[in-house]
C-alpha cells in the first residue's frame, strides 16, 4: 500500500523535473491517504544539471507518533533508490521545540547542490541544517514576481527574508533595486550566495542583518522608502530585544512596512499559520492599514500550488496595492 501511494504521486508530478529542478513530489497529508505514517511527511526531490536526484523527507510529530516505523522509513529507501535517487536525509519535526538537523536516510550527499528553478538558481544545503533552503510552497509567489511585469524598475525590500530566494525572483522581474534584511547571520550569507550565483558583480542588492521590528523603524526614520514591501515572517521568532509571535504582532509589524511603502505601492504579505484563519489575518492587516490612514486594493491572493501540496491551507496571504 505504501509502494502504491508514493508511486502514484512521483508519477503525477516527475514530469515537472523539465521545469524546475526542485519539486515536492510527496503532501502526505494529501497523497498519503490513511497511512499513518506517510499521512505525516512530505518529499522534497532535487535535481542537479547531471539529472542526478537528491531528496528531503520532512516528518512530523502527530498524535502523538514522533519517529516514522523501521519499515516505513525501509519502504522509503526502496521506494526512492528504485526511482533513481541517489541519497535522501530525513528531518523529524516536533509538535514543539525546535528540530535537531537533517540526518542521512541513504546513499551519500553533496554538501550543497545549485538547482535551477525555471530561470533562477538556488542553493541547496542537506548537512548541518534544518531546511533545504528554499520554500517550495512559495512557487507561485517566486512566478508572479519573476513574469508578471508588476515591479519592473521599483524598489523592493524583502523581510524575514531567510535565503533570499523572493529576492532573487523580484530582481528577475525586473526590480531597480532590493534590500535583504533577515535577523539570521548564516542565511543572509546564504542570501547572499543566491544572488550572486544569478546576478554575479550586481550591486542593485543590498544586504542587511538585523532584526525586522529594529531595521523598520530605522529605515523610516532615514527616509528610506519603497514601491514594494514583502513580509513573510516565521510564526515565533525571538531576537535579543523581542519575541515576534504572528499569534499578537500581525497589526504592528503591518503598521511598520506601510510607514515604508510609497503611495501606490505594492505590499506582499504572508503567513504560514494554520492556526490563524485567513478572516483573522486579513483584519489585521486592515487595522494597520486604517491606523495608517492607507487604502488596500487586492490584486491577487497567495498560496501553496494545488498540484503538489495538495489539500494545504496553512500557507495564506495576499498582494495589495496600497493607496
Known amino acids: 500500500m505504501k509502494r502504491e501511494l508514493l508511486e502514484v504521486a512521483w508519477k503525477k508530478r516527475a514530469s515537472e523535473f523539465s521545469r524546475t529542478g526542485a519539486l515536492r513530489v510527496f503532501h502526505g497529508p494529501g497523497d498519503g491517504g490513511r497511512d499513518a505514517d506517510l499521512s505525516r511527511i512530505a518529499i522534497e526531490a532535487f535535481r542537479a544539471e547531471s539529472e542526478t536526484v537528491y531528496v528531503w523527507i520532512y516528518a512530523w510529530e502527530q498524535d502523538g507518533a514522533k519517529a516514522l516505523s523501521e519499515s516505513t522509513l525501509a519502504d522509503l529507501a526502496a521506494f526512492l533508490r528504485s526511482v533513481g535517487v541517489a541519497g535522501a536525509v530525513l528531518l523529524e519535526r516536533p509538535e514543539k521545540g525546535t528540530p535537531a538537523d537533517a540526518v542521512l536516510l541513504f546513499g551519500t550527499l553533496p554538501s550543497h547542490l545549485d538547482v535551477r528553478e525555471e530561470t533562477d538558481l538556488f542553493r541547496i544545503r542537506f548537512e548541518a541544517t534544518k ?3 528554499l520554500f517550495l510552497d512559495h ?3 517566486r512566478q508572479w514576481l519573476r513574469t508578471a511585469g508588476k515591479i519592473s524598475g521599483k524598489s523592493v525590500l524583502n523581510t524575514f527574508s531567510y535565503t533570499g530566494s523572493l529576492s532573487v525572483a523580484a530582481k ?3 526590480a531597480g533595486k532590493v534590500l535583504t534584511l533577515d535577523l539570521s547571520r548564516p542565511t543572509i550569507a546564504w542570501a547572499k550566495e543566491n ?5 554575479p558583480d550586481d550591486a542593485s542588492g543590498d544586504f542587511i542583518f538585523g532584526d525586522v521590528f529594529e531595521w523598520l523603524p530605522k529605515l523610516a526614520k532615514r527616509g528610506d522608502r519603497f514601491d514594494v514591501v514583502i513580509l513573510d515572517p516565521p510564526s ?3 531576537s535579543p530585544k523581542k519575541v515576534f509571535s504572528t499569534a499578537k504582532d500581525l ?3 503591518h503598521t511598520a512596512a506601510f510607514r515604508l511603502l510609497n503611495p501606490g505601492g505594492l505590499l506582499i504579505t504572508s503567513i504560514n499559520s494554520a492556526q490563524i484563519s485567513h478572516a483573522q489575518y486579513r483584519d489585521e492587516i486592515q487595522l494597520a492599514a486604517v491606523d495608517e490612514s492607507r487604502k488596500l486594493v487586492e490584486l491577487i491572493p497567495l498560496g501553496a500550488p494545488k498540484e503538489s501540496f495538495p489539500g494545504a491551507d496553512y500557507l495564506k496571504g495576499w498582494i495589495f496595492r496600497v493607496d
Do not use: A
Open 251 to 253: 497589526p504592528s509589524l
Open 236 to 238: 515565533f521568532s525571538r
Open 172 to 174: 528577475r522581474g525586473g
Open 131 to 133: 531546511h533545504p533552503g
Open 139 to 141: 512557487l507561485p509567489l
Open 195 to 199: 544572488w550572486e550565483l544569478n546576478f
